[in-house]
């Protein structure tokens, strides 16, 4: 693993999954020039013997293993031990315990299968939406990248990029075909944040919030397929 800019932004990761989400982001910030912007400084997850844990052990990334995702105080600790400034979730599955979204609000993204607000809240995740999608005869789907808040997929949306529906569509080929685009959404909205949060300056990281006109509007995310 190639040493990271110690000016960059400090991310912290919360995984319990496989990882590919959290692969996709490794293997992103491991490039230049998004090692400018951020680096991964943390992965935490409840499960000890994760998938995610294990992806980042093979990159050389520190872990840390929190028994309970309800224990706020202990991801607070984890977090800030770390010096995290920039919290992402990645395979996590649950409302943040309070105390962790006051102290990382504005500063917290997630990824949602579908384009919110539909197909998104309580209960609404991995197949469940793309079955939801196929129930509804929608003809797109898509990924939505936004900022967490104390309810399930109602923060501010950052980025959503489309994924058409084929007619003959299941779940888990529609499943494919959306995480396919999460691999590549998602580093690249992390990174824009990233850097609009260090272009604020010494005053934007203390007061550690992206301003909420700086969130991203689908046209305006770079191009990142290959």
Do not use: C
């Not at 990882?19 to 943390?42: E, K, Y």
């Amino acid at each position: 693993m190639r040493a990271a800019n110690l000016s960059a932004m400090r991310i912290g990761i919360l995984a319990s999954g496989s990882g590919s989400n959290l692969q996709a982001i490794i293997d992103h910030f491991a490039a230049s020039p998004a090692r400018d912007a951020g680096f991964v400084a943390l992965v935490a997850s409840n499960r000890a013997d994760s998938g995610a844990m294990a992806r980042a052990q093979a990159a050389g990334i520190f872990t840390h293993h929190i028994a309970d995702f309800n224990d706020g105080p202990s991801i607070l600790t984890a977090l800030q031990s770390a010096g995290v400034e920039l919290l992402v979730l990645a395979g996590y599955l649950r409302l943040l315990p309070a105390a962790v979204v006051v102290a990382y609000t504005g500063r917290m993204l997630n990824v949602h299968p579908a384009l919110l607000p539909s197909f998104g809240g309580h209960g609404m995740y991995g197949l469940r939406v793309h079955e939801a999608v196929l129930q509804a005869g929608a003809k797109i789907s898509g990924v939505t990248v936004h900022f967490v808040s104390a309810e399930y997929d109602r923060g501010a949306i950052a980025a959503q990029w489309p994924v058409p529906v084929l007619q003959d569509d299941t779940p888990q080929t529609l499943a494919a075909r959306v995480l396919a685009v999460e691999h590549g959404l998602y580093p690249a909205v992390i990174e824009a944040v990233a850097a609009r949060t260090l272009a604020l300056g010494a005053d934007g990281r203390s007061k550690g919030s992206l301003p909420a006109h700086s969130a991203f509007a689908m046209h305006d995310a770079k191009p990142f397929l290959r």
